[in-house]
């Protein structure tokens, strides 16, 4: 990929990660691997007991379920590429592999952002509407919620990376990333990414403003609902059943404030700090939250942990 011609095409790229900081690769390296057999073994229980417990088939663990599936795949798209590059001097990937990267990634980005407000849509018809929930969140309406937002996000993630890779990359290929993160890689075409830019707002503004927008609207209702109940235990039992969601969309969209919303250093010795500090977060980002979701569900909801403890006595009743 060293090329000593700066105007021939780009074949691959290397990804910077940490290599400035070799020691900070073995530590993260041991700590991100943890993160990622948690993430899978959490999210994968919590999928085979929606799936297996009869108790569970209702609308709301049907889009954790999903939830769980998307998290899985959202942090299988990048944690094993990551973990090499802990591993291997060279941290290079391929323009095909980085292509399949970056639609990963995003895909699943757009996708969870779409269904946590389908999921607080859910939860408004329980709480705002009980009676009429049966008939709104039915198998028939919620198969083709679920369908619309695997859709939505690996559509827009297409477009995305097409436009992205209709670019010409003929100057430096070295990503100052982890990951082949579309921000990072526009960076280093040779021609106008306004397209792109503007591409990027309007589908920011689609993904994450107006199912912030959604969600905070379907909130505003649930919680004046629950502050006409009337008796305390029916507010907290109200409350109980959507405080796990509140809780992983806070912490969702709380990271994603965090990183793009700080304020850029200008010492360059702040700035070369701040850029380890970008990097962490957003490394972090990709791992904690997905890891986060099966224990906040599980904690805060009695029927999870049921269904856990049934699928491991049956476990043990089949040995």
């Not at 690769?25 to 899978?40: A, G, R, S, T």
Request: one cysteine or more.
């Amino acid at each position: 990929m060293d090329r000593s011609n700066s105007t021939s095409p780009v074949v691959g790229f290397i990804l910077l990660g940490l290599s400035a900081h070799p020691k900070l690769e073995k530590m993260f390296f041991v700590l991100i691997l943890l993160m990622y057999l948690v993430i899978l073994l959490g999210n994968g229980i919590l999928i085979l007991v929606t799936a297996l417990d009869s108790r569970l088939h209702t609308p709301m663990y049907f889009f954790l379920g999903n939830l769980s599936f998307l998290d899985i795949c959202y942090t299988t798209s990048s944690v094993p590429l990551i973990l090499d590059s802990f591993l291997t001097p060279r941290k290079t990937i391929s323009f095909s592999a980085c292509v399949t990267q970056m639609f990963l990634s995003f895909a699943m980005g757009a996708t969870e952002c779409v269904l946590l407000g389908m999921m607080a849509f859910d939860r408004y018809v329980a709480i705002c509407n009980p009676l009429r929930y049966p008939v709104v969140m039915s198998k028939a309406a919620c198969v083709p919620m679920a369908v619309g937002c695997w859709t939505a996000g690996s559509m827009t993630a297409m477009v995305q990376t097409s436009l992205a890779m209709r670019l010409p990359f003929c100057g430096n290929n070295v990503i100052n990333h982890f990951t082949c993160e579309i921000l990072a890689v526009l960076k280093l075409a040779c021609a106008d990414i306004s397209i792109n830019v503007i591409s990027m707002t309007v589908a920011n503004v689609i993904f994450l403003g107006i199912p912030v927008l959604f969600i905070f609207v379907s909130y505003v209702f649930i919680i004046a609902t629950i502050l006409r109940i009337p008796s305390t235990e029916g507010r907290k039992k109200a409350f109980s059943t959507c405080s796990a969601h509140f809780t992983v969309v806070v912490i969702f969209y709380g990271t994603i404030l965090f990183m793009y919303g700080k304020p850029k250093s200008k010492d360059p010795l702040g700035a070369d700090k701040q850029d380890i500090s970008d990097k962490l977060t957003s490394l972090f980002y990709g791992v904690v939250t997905p890891m986060l979701n099966p224990i906040i569900y599980s904690l805060r909801n009695k029927d999870v942990k049921a269904a856990v403890k049934n699928l491991v006595l049956r476990k043990h009743v089949i040995q």
